[in-house]
């Protein structure tokens, strides 16, 4: 070749030297075109991270205005409390049906009807109660406006990550479902100084700026660029084929108990802070919630940024040895001071498991579509509310000895542990 290349005319090393040039140029402009579309992703992501604020903003800021409610409108409490069973219940029909009707309106316009479904039922709360006779529905109604939004964000925040080009996704999953710990985190502070500044009477201007969140998030959602799941040509699974294939039923047991070990401490962590250690409820909420919270988000913020130099598999293994150990330690530690510590550790402990099992299921099953992501926030939301219910149902039987349900709880890691390892025997198959 080089012998030849000597016997070429001017004229031809000149067409030979600038075909080169020309294909140099080509690889350059797709190369510049590739990092261009994926910084145009990164817009999408970021409304994604928004989106789980968005979740955290309509599960956790009513909750902080339930004795509010109470006195202002007279409602009884057993009232007050069905609200977070409606909440969660809604979400959980709102799981199911959504693999009928995501697919066919699009994941965009889901997207921005989330939005606005939650910025609605915000909304609503502040004027519903005081226009219909009984204040208990116009709150009832507000609720299941916003539960709508939250059960469809659920469902389609995941899905649209995962169909971004990245080349970690497990990091991107794991960043993702961080945001949820620190919106729930700035709800709870932001939403308490507001409070403590302006009187707790002016929880409608308070619900009103969270309302504008939402807002604008379905404004960029009417923009940004999102990529589909499946490959054109292709069709996701049906749930009728998901349910043949043995890996999913593992996943979705995953599930499960990933929303179950998150929960089960989560929700009784206030109540024992106040019972082991004799604190004020403000204080309670701070040592007990808010510390499983934040350190649940720093787990998930740790993997988002170094998941690509750690294996998922370890790190979820020795995540669910870790919450045993927490569970063992809230259970049979003497001193309440070591059981709260136990508390906040199992926050660590369960960060990655929710987005880890996500993360599982999209490599183990690609084709598995919008009925994937929606029977497995299904069977995670079943975990949410099952979990503390074992616990709650527990400490009940055995004299209201919250430790002893919470032991009672070590079930839902255990059986994550064992998922995990049966996975991987399954993908070595």
Known sequence: MLLLGSYLTPAERSLDSRRK????????????????????????????????????????????????????????????????????????LVDLLSVGFVDRIGYRASMVLAHVMGAAGLLLLTFLPEVLPQPFIGILISVMVYAIGGGLLEVLVSPVVEACPSENKEKAMSMLHSFYCWGHVGVVLLSTLFFQAFGIENWKILAVVWAIIPICNAVAFTKVPIATLIKEGETGLRIKELFRIKVFWILLVMMVCAGASEQAVSQWASTLAEKGLGITKAAGDLAGPMAFAVLMGTSRAFYGKFGDRINL????????????????????????????????????????MWPGSFSKASAALPKGGTAMFALLALGGDLGCSGGPTLVGTVSSTLGDNLKMGILAGIIFPVLLLAGILLCRKSSRA
Request: glycine share 6%.
């Open 313 to 352: 598999d370890r790190f979820m293994v020795a995540s669910c040895f870790l919450c045993i150990l927490s569970y063992l330690g809230v259970a049979l530690l003497p001193i309440p001071q070591l059981s709260l510590v136990s508390c906040a550790l199992c926050g660590l402990s369960v960060g990655i």
């Open 21 to 92: 040039e020309f294909y140099h140029h080509c690889g350059v402009i797709a190369d510049e075109e590739g990092k261009m579309s994926k910084n145009q992703y990164n817009k999408t992501i970021t409304a994604c991270f928004v989106g789980y604020i968005v979740q955290a903003i309509v599960n956790n800021y009513v909750p902080l205005l339930f004795l509010t409610f109470q006195r202002t409108y007279d409602i009884p409490l057993s009232q007050i409390t069905l609200l977070v069973t409606f909440n969660f219940g809604i979400q959980l």
